[in-house]
């Protein structure tokens, strides 16, 4: 399998580091609002990625992060603790917040047919760990102690700018150089753990070797990942905004920690974007899965608009495109319930049309060339049950529902059927004034039908 590597910025040959087996971390979302359809977009991504894998044949060891604590990685974040804010305004105890949101995040990613991984752990749930680390990081000379905080020595770690790549963009954020920290040695450090902070009244904080406080934000992943995956990580992903800074310190922290390379290969997804405007929630235009849902907009349909496009691209989102991505499921999906077993396997056809899904697989996880892999069974000449077969196995990556069966769908489609055979036996009987008068009487219910050669075809238009 081929994949882009944003460490060394080239395609790749996919290697882990036992045979068959990956071990893959996905950053995880931080739970104190909705996620919006941009969010969703990496976790489609990553879905995609692990699906891939698996149907390579690959056995995938999953694990993602919930950052429940703070989101602060230095003491000269301005404004406030995002988590602490939120659990404020509604007058609620973090916990609560933390909670609420990660079973709506929960809830989207079913909706988004996302699967979560098995271990989904909170941040506050690994501070032992988390304390040994930054122990450890001392003990190997990558951190030191400064008014009760400590902070990772940027300039010990000298591969620290290979993942941004460009040191001079990268160096220092702009919010760091909003708020001067001084005890700090370098601007460009970062906190790992935060005893003094000007964010007084955290309300989660634990005992330290340093004090009563609380982690930084990066070494979370860090920490999940190493305790749960071990020493060597395969694949590390997240969005693109994660590259610089938060993947660069969980890259030096990890290393500071184990003393050799962590993680080989690390895979972004690009940003979302609306084609008017940028979404924000002051201008009220942010799109979550509640919003689609309530436009009567199938969920699925944004994850096919996803897979048109390659994850490595902005998706530049056309709400009226999406809103005709739920005609073209309809449609995918009306294909595939008309096809009816006929128990006929030409192994030849069945095998080249698995290797083009392969082969999009393994181009870097071509997500278009996929969905063209679909489209090129459906309007084949192979046998239903090798199409049938097909498509349920392209549907363990896709997750577009293919094969939904639903009971008031089930119930129309045994209709519409029963009506086209009732046409068809009265267009055999040359009764063409009943043959139109029975078309008429689905377009009435939206649903409309379409001769070809063979068959007679339908939509129902939404
Ligand atoms: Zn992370």
Same mark, same amino acid.
């Given at each position: 399998?081929? !994949?882009?590597?944003?460490?060394?910025?080239?395609?790749?040959?996919? !290697?882990?580091?036992?045979?068959?087996?990956?071990?893959?971390?996905?950053?995880? =979302?931080?739970?104190?609002?909705?996620?919006?359809?941009?969010?969703?977009?990496?976790?489609?991504?990553?879905?995609?990625? %692990?699906?891939?894998?698996?149907?390579?044949?690959?056995?995938?060891? *999953?694990?993602?992060?919930?950052?429940?604590? $703070?989101?602060?990685?230095?003491?000269?974040?301005? $404004?406030?603790?995002?988590?602490?804010?939120?659990?404020?305004?509604?007058?609620?105890? #973090?916990?609560?917040?933390?909670?609420?949101?990660?079973?709506?995040?929960?809830?989207?990613?079913?909706?988004?047919?996302?699967? #979560?991984?098995?271990?989904?752990?909170?941040?506050?749930?690994?501070? =032992?760990?988390?304390?040994?680390?930054?122990?450890?990081? #001392? %003990?190997?000379?990558?951190? /030191?102690?400064?008014?009760?905080?400590?902070?990772?020595?940027?300039?010990?770690?000298?591969?620290? /700018?290979?993942?941004? $790549?460009?040191?001079?963009?990268?160096?220092?954020?702009? *919010?760091?150089?909003?708020?001067?920290?001084?005890?700090?040695?370098?601007?460009?450090?970062?906190?790992?753990?935060?005893?003094?902070?000007?964010?007084?009244?955290?309300?989660?904080?634990?005992?330290?070797?340093?004090?009563?406080?609380?982690?930084?934000? +990066? !070494?979370?992943?860090?920490?999940?990942?190493?305790?749960?995956? $071990?020493? /060597?990580?395969?694949?590390?992903?997240?969005?693109?905004?994660?590259?610089?800074? +938060?993947?660069?310190?969980?890259?030096?922290?990890?290393?500071?920690?184990?003393? +050799?390379?962590?993680?080989?290969?690390?895979? +972004?997804?690009?940003?979302?974007?609306?084609?008017?405007?940028?979404?924000?929630?002051?201008?009220?235009?942010?799109?979550?899965?509640?919003?689609?849902?309530?436009?009567?907009?199938?969920?699925?349909?944004?994850?096919?608009?996803?897979?048109?496009?390659?994850?490595?691209?902005?998706?530049?989102?056309?709400?009226?495109?999406?809103?005709?991505?739920?005609?073209?499921?309809?449609?995918?999906?009306?294909?595939?319930?008309?096809?009816? %077993?006929?128990?006929?396997?030409?192994?030849?056809?069945?095998?080249?049309?698995?290797?083009?899904?392969?082969?999009?697989?393994?181009?870097?996880?071509?997500?278009?060339?996929?969905?063209?892999?679909?489209?090129?069974?459906?309007?084949? @000449?192979?046998?239903?049950?090798?199409?049938?077969?097909?498509?349920?196995?392209?549907?363990?990556?896709? @997750?577009?529902?293919?094969?939904?069966?639903?009971?008031?769908? %089930?119930?129309?489609?045994?209709?519409?059927?029963?009506?086209?055979?009732? *046409?068809?036996?009265?267009?055999?009987?040359?009764?063409?004034?009943?043959?139109?008068?029975?078309?008429?009487?689905?377009?009435?219910?939206?649903?409309?039908?379409?001769?070809?050669?063979?068959?007679?075809?339908?939509?129902?238009?939404?």
């Amino acid at each position: 399998m081929k !994949i882009y590597n944003t460490l060394t910025k080239k395609q790749e040959e996919f !290697i882990p580091h036992k045979e068959n087996i990956v071990n893959l971390y996905t950053c995880g =979302p931080t739970v104190y609002s909705y996620a919006h359809i941009g969010n969703l977009r990496t976790y489609i991504f990553e879905d995609i990625l %692990e699906k891939s894998l698996q149907f390579l044949g690959y056995e995938v060891k *999953r694990v993602m992060n919930i950052t429940d604590i $703070g989101h602060l990685e230095n003491d000269s974040d301005t $404004g406030e603790d995002k988590m602490e804010k939120a659990a404020k305004k509604a007058h609620k105890k #973090i916990s609560e917040i933390a909670d609420f949101y990660t079973n709506k995040f929960v809830e989207d990613c079913n909706e988004l047919n996302i699967k #979560i991984p098995k271990i989904f752990e909170k941040a506050s749930a690994n501070i =032992p760990f988390t304390i040994k680390m930054i122990e450890k990081i #001392i %003990e190997n000379g990558y951190g /030191y102690v400064s008014n009760n905080n400590v902070y990772f020595d940027v300039k010990k770690f000298k591969s620290y /700018y290979e993942l941004p $790549g460009n040191r001079n963009n990268q160096q220092v954020g702009v *919010r760091e150089t909003v708020d001067y920290d001084s005890n700090k040695k370098n601007q460009e450090d970062f906190a790992l753990w935060f005893t003094d902070s000007k964010f007084k009244n955290q309300e989660m904080k634990w005992d330290s070797p340093w004090g009563y406080g609380y982690p930084g934000w +990066h !070494i979370e992943c860090s920490g999940i990942a190493i305790k749960n995956l $071990g020493e /060597y990580l395969d694949i590390h992903c997240g969005g693109v905004d994660n590259i610089f800074p +938060h993947h660069t310190n969980e890259i030096a922290q990890s290393e500071a920690y184990l003393g +050799h390379k962590w993680c080989n290969y690390f895979m +972004h997804g690009e940003h979302l974007n609306l084609k008017n405007a940028k979404m924000s929630k002051s201008l009220g235009n942010v799109i979550t899965i509640d919003s689609l849902k309530e436009d009567n907009i199938d969920p699925l349909a944004f994850r096919l608009t996803c897979l048109q496009s390659h994850y490595r691209s902005q998706l530049i989102l056309d709400y009226e495109e999406l809103r005709k991505n739920v005609t073209l499921l309809n449609k995918i999906r009306n294909k595939v319930k008309l096809l009816k %077993e006929d128990n006929i396997l030409e192994k030849y056809n069945y095998k080249s049309y698995l290797d083009q899904f392969k082969d999009a697989i393994n181009n870097d996880l071509n997500t278009s060339l996929m969905l063209k892999a679909m489209y090129d069974v459906l309007k084949s @000449s192979i046998s239903n049950s090798e199409k049938i077969y097909l498509l349920k196995e392209f549907d363990k990556v896709l @997750s577009l529902d293919l094969f939904k069966e639903d009971e008031i769908d %089930e119930q129309l489609i045994k209709y519409i059927e029963e009506k086209i055979e009732e *046409r068809n036996l009265a267009k055999k009987n040359k009764d063409y004034s009943l043959a139109d008068k029975i078309r008429e009487e689905l377009k009435e219910k939206n649903i409309v039908l379409k001769d070809t050669k063979e068959e007679t075809l339908y939509e129902i238009v939404r």
